[in-house]
């Protein structure tokens, strides 16, 4: 009787062993799908560019007046973002002319 008790306590430690194992292996598949794939969702909405802008401003869906007024601020959001927008030369202009 002892060791019947003592195999049926076996059988399920190892079966709840193996369902643990399952659902820890189930989260990092998941986890690592999510990781490849899942990043997707914030790159989709796509910004305008100047590009884009000229093109529609060319086809006529926006007058020059709008196309000026969204051109200013594309650019004052790509300077807010680090995209560049301030002196071409970085600065270095200004450090030349003095040791000249």
């Not at 020059?64 to 650019?75: G, H, Q, S, T, V």
């Amino acid at each position: 009787m002892i060791a019947q008790s003592s195999a049926q306590s076996q059988a399920i430690l190892w079966g709840g062993v193996l369902i643990v194992a399952i659902v820890v292996l189930g989260v990092v598949v998941w986890g690592i799908r999510r990781w490849l794939f899942g990043v997707r969702t914030e790159e989709a909405p796509e910004s305008w560019s100047l590009q884009h802008l000229r093109e529609l401003r060319a086809s006529g869906q926006i007058s020059p007046e709008e196309f000026e007024i969204l051109r200013a601020n594309l650019l004052k959001s790509a300077r807010k973002s680090g995209g560049g927008g301030g002196e071409p030369s970085g600065g270095r202009r200004s450090a030349g002319a003095e040791s000249e």
